[in-house]
């Protein structure tokens, strides 16, 4: 099997050859490839040299292309600082007062920086190594997260608890539904073979804000997704037990998860219904661990999470620019050691 077709199996909830490999490693790759992380960050052609040179290192299954988190607030108005160790991240708000949603206006991405330079990454990698690889490109934020980034956190977290002008929260959130609809599809339509969104997990917000807020706007999101053919993820940081149910319920074809929720109440909630991809602890392992480590956890998480398919071995969120490549290393070449499938879907 290639790279594409072991995925698309897992996506497929058939059981593929092997267990996929991911890496979400968008700034490691920059890092790796020599380019300031705020020129790769904002160029299409960087973006993808630097994943180019990460995947012929490391070949890896599935290749995640973003720029950060504050790609598509920064696309809506919001000024983004693009630092020169870490991911960008949002330093002005674009909805000051509630009259500022009605100013909002759905991005055409093929045209809004720096939503164009993602496709053009997308293209790029696409053209270079989309006929074997897994190409997910990324549509950023899901409802509450990015309403959030367009809004400033701490006043978003506050409006949510107690809304002043409830109208307008819910417009906010469906443009912003309507935002990552829009990206995703050009996503595809540039060559993409699956796409994400990441959203706030229950330890950020209760479980009643997420079913009432962002539940209903991500089942519209993974319907459409679904409509098209488009296969797409849902990312969550944090222990997200308390909303495992609804994550499944979403549609999503694949649950991205870190290391904070169990990986065995993962498995039975997701069994047959959902894909996994994660949940190797990015930080405590890929970073500040060794190669053995991440070989012992690596092949923890294939005990429980592999068996019977659906599931993408990687790491659970980002990792850092600085992660020793022998630990992604040991972390991949536990997937092809113990990774394999029998035809009963144990594994060998
Ligand atoms: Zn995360």
Redesign the pocket.
């Known amino acids: 099997m290639t790279s594409l077709e072991r995925t698309l199996a897992v996506i497929r909830c058939a059981v593929p050859d092997r267990v996929p490999t991911d890496l979400h490693n968008f700034l490691m790759a920059a890092r790796m490839a020599g380019i300031p992380l705020p020129e790769c960050m904002r160029s299409g052609k960087l973006m993808a040299e630097s994943h180019l040179a990460a995947w012929h290192r490391f070949r890896h299954d599935v290749v995640l292309v973003e720029n950060g988190t504050a790609g598509m607030a920064e696309a809506m108005g919001c000024e983004v600082l693009y630092p020169s160790d870490v991911a960008p991240r949002v330093v002005g708000p674009v909805v000051r007062t509630w009259a500022d949603v009605a100013k909002l206006r759905v991005p055409d991405p093929e045209r809004v920086f720096p939503l164009n330079e993602v496709l053009e990454a997308v293209r790029i990698l696409r053209r270079e190594i989309g006929d074997r690889v897994f190409i997910m490109g990324r549509a950023d934020q899901a409802p509450l997260a990015l309403a959030a980034a367009l809004r400033g956190y701490e006043d978003f977290l506050t409006d949510l608890a107690a809304p002043e002008d409830p109208a307008a929260l819910e417009r906010l959130l469906d443009v912003c539904l309507q935002t990552t609809t829009r990206y995703a599809l050009a996503l595809q339509k540039a060559g993409a073979h699956g796409t994400s969104l990441?959203e706030f997990g229950s330890d950020l917000i209760s479980p009643t804000m997420y079913r009432r807020y962002s539940a209903p706007r991500l089942k519209k999101f993974y319907a459409a997704m679904n409509a098209a053919g488009f296969p797409a993820t849902l990312?969550?940081?944090?222990n997200t037990a308390a909303v495992l149910p609804d994550m499944v319920s979403s549609g999503a074809a694949v649950l991205?998860l870190?290391v904070h929720t169990s990986p065995r109440a993962v498995k039975e909630a997701t069994r047959g219904k959902a894909a996994v991809l994660g949940m190797v602890d990015p930080a405590a392992v890929l970073h500040r661990g060794t190669p053995a480590l991440a070989e012992e956890m690596s092949r923890r998480a294939l005990e429980v999470l592999a068996p019977g398919g659906g599931f993408i071995l990687g790491p659970?969120?980002?990792l850092v620019p600085e992660t020793p490549e022998e630990n992604v290393e040991a972390m991949l070449a536990c997937a092809a050691r113990h990774g394999r499938y029998a035809r009963d879907g144990s594994l060998t």
């Open positions: 990441g990312h969550q940081c944090g991205e870190d659970g969120c980002a």
